[in-house]
């Protein structure tokens, strides 16, 4: 399984961006999915999650801001971002919560994607 983001870039504050995240090879179904992110000396932090059901979780710092979005017929999760800020700047990671079959047995695990870089200048 492989996660391939894109979207990533330089932009004002105020602006916006769009990053898009794609699974693929030997799925079975996908589970939660979400967007991570560090800042340069920080830890990694969850910025957003949808559920296969399209319920979404948002870190307090963009809500409002931000929005998520996936397709599941093509294994695709988004995350909308508005009204960007500098302290927003960070290597963005899509992870998704995958099942696979393996050995004729249904296993759950986390992948991720090889991270973009978003930065927003002040």
């Known amino acids: 399984v492989q996660l391939q983001a894109s979207g990533g870039g330089l932009v004002q504050a105020g602006g916006s961006l769009r990053l898009s995240c794609a699974a693929s090879g030997s799925i079975f179904s996908i589970n939660d999915m979400g967007w991570y992110r560090q800042a340069p000396g920080k830890q990694r932090e969850l910025v957003a999650a949808?559920?296969?059901?399209?319920?979404?979780n948002y870190a307090d710092t963009v809500k409002g801001r931000f929005t998520i979005s996936r397709d599941n017929a093509k294994n695709t999760v988004d995350l909308q971002m508005n009204s960007l800020k500098p302290e927003d700047t960070a290597v963005y990671y899509c992870?998704?919560?995958?099942?696979?079959?393996?050995?004729?047995?249904?296993?759950?695990?986390?992948?991720w994607g090889p991270g973009t870089l978003v930065t927003v200048s002040s």
């Open positions: 949808i559920t296969s059901g399209g319920s979404t």
């Open positions: 992870n998704a919560r995958v099942v696979i079959i393996s050995g004729y047995i249904p296993r759950m695990n986390d992948y």
